[in-house]
């Protein structure tokens, strides 16, 4: 497939609305990863997540759509239950704003992985259509989880995230010291 093509084939990906700029601010500075924390429930989510998305991205890209329903077909039942616990995720995150956040999440995701594909111009094809062999070696779900993991796919933000703080409690002294927010390790 020619540059101009997939150019034209990704565009829709590439193009960064305002909205979505200003979502992946709220991303960035809301659930971003704080040191000491550790990693979320949803960590394996979303490494499947983007791995999944930059199979697509690869695929619209170099003609490989045969190549991703295979995929998808192999690893359906993983798949499902990655999505349910980003869906879990999400709820559980922004309550009542949890389907705008998660497709907000999806649409960066893909933005930035065709981002990287339009830079790297011809070769990225070369590149990429290979991890449609590894993943095909796999043999089940806990495979994909573990590649995913090690493949350091790229993310549009952090998504560790640290549990809620526990309810504050005022107590009232001599001093008047407030007792501070505990978070759970």
Request: charged share 25%.
């Amino acid at each position: 497939m020619s540059l101009s093509a997939r150019q034209r084939l990704l565009r829709p990906f590439a193009r960064l609305t305002a909205c979505t700029l200003l979502a992946s601010t709220f991303f960035i500075s809301g659930v971003a990863h704080a040191a000491g924390c550790s990693e979320s429930p949803a960590h394996e989510a979303f490494n499947v997540q983007g791995l999944k998305s930059e199979l697509m991205v690869t695929a619209l890209s170099c003609s490989a759509q045969d190549r991703y329903n295979s995929f998808v077909a192999k690893f359906r039942p993983k798949l499902a239950a990655e999505e349910e616990r980003l869906n879990t995720y999400f709820k559980s995150a922004y309550g009542r704003n949890a389907m705008k956040a998660h497709d907000d999440y999806i649409t960066q995701l893909a933005n930035v992985q065709s981002e990287g594909g339009l830079k790297a111009g011809t070769i990225f094809c070369q590149q990429r259509v290979a991890m449609f062999d590894e993943v095909d070696a796999l043999d089940d779900g806990a495979d994909l989880a573990h590649y995913a993991d090690a493949k350091d796919v790229v993310q549009p933000a952090s998504f560790e995230t640290c549990s809620a703080p526990e309810a504050v409690t005022h107590s009232r002294t001599t001093s008047k010291s407030r007792t501070h927010r505990k978070t759970r390790a």
